[in-house]
Nanobody
Framework: VQLQASGGGLVQAGGSLRLACAAS????????MGWFRQAPGNEREFVAA????????YYADSVKGRFTISRDNAKKMAYLQMNSLKPEETAVYYC??????????????WGQGTLVTVSS
């Protein structure tokens, strides 16, 4: 599976961005997808995940109520709608995919990342 993230950019605090992740490869079927982020000098952290059907989602506590993950399997796409962004959420955001349940934080496939910069 190859993953290509896009949609990052510069936004003011309180603003919104929508990230997109395009997946390719025939083994994509059945995989959960998710997003991680890594801020400068920080460890990588989990943001959100969605199961294959899209019926179940899982979020980090820090983004609950502000971020929404979704997917379109027909298009092999996943999305992360980010609202009310905060400066401390400036980071490179990575799209991920892998088999298994939402409770797992290990992912087999990682995209190249897209930079989100939130200005104060």
């Amino acid at each position: 599976v190859q993953l290509q993230a896009s949609g990052g950019g510069l936004v003011q605090a309180g603003g919104s961005l929508r990230l997109a992740c395009a997946a390719s490869g025939r083994t994509f079927n059945g995989y959960r997808m998710g997003w991680f982020r890594q801020a400068p000098g920080n460890e990588r952290e989990f943001v959100a995940a969605i199961n294959w059907s899209g019926g179940s989602t899982y979020y980090a506590d820090s983004v609950k109520g502000r971020f929404t993950i979704s997917r379109d399997n027909a298009k092999k796409m996943a999305y992360l709608q980010m609202n009310s962004l905060k400066p401390e959420e400036t980071a490179v955001y990575y799209c991920v995919a892998g088999p298994g349940g939402l409770g797992r934080l290990e992912y087999d496939y990682w995209g190249q990342g897209t930079l989100v910069t939130v200005s104060s």
